[in-house]
C-alpha cells in the first residue's frame, strides 16, 4: 500500500512533465525496483541519479526524460537532505580553498586519459565546441580555439597565459598558429605530463599550480572551462590574480559555464560523483566580482552549442566503451551517461549558458569589436 502512494504521488509530479512512469515513448521512465518512487521522493536529485547508477530505472531516452523534467521544473519540487548539507557547508566553509582546491583534479581529471582521449575527439578540449560552421566535434573545438585567439588579438612574439590549461590543447595551438609562448597552469597531475609531452618543442610551460600563486605577467590571459572551479567565496581573489597578472593593454577571454540564478554550490549529485566543490557562477556574480577590475568588452553566450558539443561525446565514449570496460566497471558507465545526459538536459532548456567574456584593465581604446 505504501509503495503505491509513492508511486502515485511520483506520477503526479511527472505528468507536468508529460512523462509516465512504465510509458512507451522513448521519455517515459521504467521502474525495475519498486522502492524507487519513496526513495526518489525523500532523496531528490542525489536519489534520482544514483537509483540510475543502481539500475533502478531507465529511460530509452535519458537526456530526453531528464529535459522534460528540468523544463517543467519538476526537479525544484523534490529536495534532500543533501541539498540543504551542501548549502550549509558552502555558506560555512570555504570549499575551493587549500587541498579542497585539488579535489576536482584528483577525483576528476585524474580519472585517466583513456577515458578522455576514447570522449573527446581529436583534440583533448573538455569544454564546448563552437558549431557556428563546424559540421562535427574536432572542427568545433578547433573553431572554439580559433575564436578564443581572434577574441583575443593574438600576434607573433606574446606571451599568453592559460589559468586551467587541461591537457595543453590551447597553449598548443595558439603557439603554432598564432607565434605566441605560454605559460599554462592545473590542478591536475595527471593533465599536466600530457600537456608537457603535447607541446614538447614548443614555446610553452605547463606547472601543476594554484592560480592564487600566480605573479608574472603576460600580454594576455584566457581560462577556459576552469572558472566553474573558482567558487563564489574566491571569485573577487580570483579576479585580482588576472588583473596582477596582465598587461595594461592586455585582454583576458573567461569561457565558462553559468547559471541562470545566482547560487552558492552545484547540484548534489554532480558534487559527489562529478565535479566536487564545484558551482557555477551567475552573471550577477561575475559582474560584482569583476567591478573595479576589469572592464568588460564583450560578453558571449552559446551555450546552445554545449547540447550538441555532449552529444557528441557521448556517441565517442559509447562507441568506445568496449576498449574500456577492463578499468571501468558498469555503474561507472551509467554514471558517466547520466552525467551527460543531465548536461544535455540542462543546456538544452537553456537552465545553464556558456559564456566567453572578454574583459581588459582599463578599456580598449576607440572600443573593442569581438570576432565572430
Known amino acids: 500500500m505504501g509503495e503505491d502512494r509513492f508511486r502515485s504521488r511520483l506520477q503526479q509530479l511527472l505528468a507536468d512533465a508529460d512523462i509516465r512512469i512504465d510509458g512507451e515513448r522513448p521519455w517515459d521512465l521504467q521502474v525495475h525496483d519498486a522502492g524507487f518512487p519513496a526513495r526518489v521522493l525523500s532523496g531528490g536529485s542525489l536519489a534520482l541519479g544514483e537509483s ?66 576514447a570522449m ?123 588583473r596582477r597578472c596582465l598587461a595594461g593593454d592586455g585582454l583576458f577571454l573567461l569561457h565558462s559555464i553559468g547559471g541562470n540564478v545566482s547560487r552558492r554550490h552545484t547540484d548534489p549529485w554532480i558534487a559527489k560523483y562529478i565535479f566536487p566543490n564545484s558551482m557555477l557562477p551567475s552573471a550577477a556574480q561575475v559582474a560584482e566580482a569583476v567591478e573595479g577590475r576589469f572592464v568588460i568588452e564583450d560578453w558571449h553566450n552559446f551555450g546552445a552549442d554545449y547540447d550538441r ?24 558507465r551509467r554514471m558517466w551517461r547520466y552525467y551527460l545526459a543531465a548536461s544535455m538536459a540542462s543546456f538544452r532548456a537553456r537552465l545553464i549558458q556558456l559564456w566567453q567574456v572578454v574583459l581588459s584593465p582599463e578599456g580598449v581604446a576607440g572600443g573593442y569589436v569581438a570576432p565572430r
Open 52 to 117: 540510475y547508477m543502481d539500475g533502478a530505472w531507465e529511460a530509452a531516452s535519458l537526456d530526453g526524460f531528464l529535459h522534460r523534467l528540468l523544463g517543467a521544473g519538476v526537479d525544484r519540487r523534490v529536495h534532500g537532505f543533501a541539498d540543504l548539507r551542501l548549502a550549509v557547508l558552502a555558506r560555512l566553509f570555504n570549499l575551493q580553498r587549500g587541498h579542497r582546491a585539488y579535489d576536482v583534479g584528483e577525483r576528476h581529471y585524474d580519472l585517466g586519459n583513456d577515458l578522455y582521449a
Open 120 to 242: 573527446l575527439g581529436r583534440r583533448l578540449v573538455y569544454s564546448c565546441g563552437y558549431w557556428r560552421e563546424a559540421d562535427d566535434l574536432d572542427a568545433a573545438q578547433e573553431a572554439k580555439l580559433d575564436l578564443c585567439c581572434r577574441k583575443l588579438g593574438l600576434r607573433p612574439g606574446m606571451s599568453l597565459l592559460d589559468i586551467g590549461c587541461g591537457w595543453g590543447e590551447m597553449l598548443k595551438f595558439a603557439a603554432q598558429r598564432y607565434g605566441v609562448s605560454g605559460v599554462g597552469i592545473t590542478i591536475s597531475r595527471e593533465q599536466a605530463a600530457f600537456a608537457r609531452e603535447l607541446c614538447a618543442g614548443l614555446p610553452v610551460e605547463v606547472r601543476v599550480q594554484d592560480y592564487r600563486e600566480l605573479d608574472q605577467r603576460f600580454d594576455r590571459i584566457v581560462s577556459i572551462g576552469m572558472f566553474e572551479h573558482v567558487g563564489v567565496k574566491n571569485y573577487e581573489a580570483y579576479f585580482d590574480v588576472a
Open 309 to 332: 558539443t555532449l552529444q557528441a561525446w557521448r556517441d565517442n565514449i559509447e562507441a568506445a566503451w568496449p576498449t574500456l570496460t577492463a578499468r571501468y566497471d558498469e555503474r561507472f
